[in-house]
């Protein structure tokens, strides 16, 4: 089966744009997260989702949001960026959510975020 | 605070060594997962144990859990080039199923 597709790979914006990234999950998982990777941080959580709810949500500004549609797929959008914000997006499926702690998720590729 | 801490966090090794990473807590997970990451990909999920004192092995690969299950190590056998990555450990704590991860071991493995 296919596995977790984010999109796009690249982008390069500059401060105070807005981005929106994608990510379409495994098929049948109802539940996708948003982690940020940065060499200095690891990977942070920023949200989950699921069945178009937010269910939980990490230690970030409110310039980073998302949402959830029917076919569960996820878009995650960052306002007014700013040059911290540089980083790989990474979109975790999961079939429930709560076995991610458990069994572990399957992740996308990542979208490498610039902001310049 | 890191509530998880993995240790060394760089190794660079020649083909053919042998090699242990670490993953700490003070705090007891329910289950803890391995996973590794290859430059500009998502990481990739290599094993969960669950177990205090559980061993598993795959391939070249072994993993064991702690039996308090505050920790975790992975020791790889006769390290190869395709073992190069960023290996992190993750699990859930204080009752939240979202996993916190650590910030990893970078591992190259030179021919």
């Known amino acids: 089966k296919a596995g977790v597709t984010q999109t796009p790979r690249y982008l390069i914006k500059t401060r105070g744009q807005q981005v929106t990234l994608s990510c379409s999950p495994i098929?049948?998982?109802?539940?996708v997260s948003w982690y940020q990777q940065t060499p200095g941080q690891g990977l942070q959580f920023l949200f989950e989702y699921f069945s178009e709810t937010q269910r939980n949500k990490g230690n970030f500004p409110g310039r980073f949001s998302g949402r959830q549609f029917s076919n569960s797929r996820s878009e995650m959008n960052v306002s007014t960026l700013e040059l911290g914000d540089s980083a790989l997006y990474l979109c975790?499926?999961?079939?429930?959510?709560?076995?991610?702690?458990?069994?572990?998720?399957?992740f996308g590729s990542g979208t490498r975020l610039t902001v310049v | 605070t890191q509530l998880l801490e993995q240790s060394p966090q760089f190794l660079s090794i020649q083909e053919g060594e042998n090699l242990t990473v670490y993953c700490n807590s003070s705090?007891?997970?329910?289950?803890l997962q391995w996973y590794r990451q290859e430059p500009g990909e998502g990481p990739v999920l290599l094993v969960t144990?669950?177990?205090?004192?559980e061993v598993k092995k795959l391939k070249r690969l072994t993993f064991q859990f702690g039996d308090a299950r505050k920790d975790s190590s992975l020791h790889i056998t006769a390290a190869q080039p395709g073992d190069t990555g960023l290996y992190l450990c993750a699990g859930a704590l204080g009752g939240s199923y979202i996993p916190t991860f650590g910030r990893g071991t970078s591992l190259i493995v030179h021919p």
């Open positions: 144990v669950v177990t205090g004192g």
């Open positions: 098929s049948g998982h109802r539940s």
């Open positions: 705090s007891v997970f329910s289950s």
């Open positions: 975790a499926s999961s079939y429930t959510g709560t076995g991610a702690g458990n069994y572990g998720y399957t």
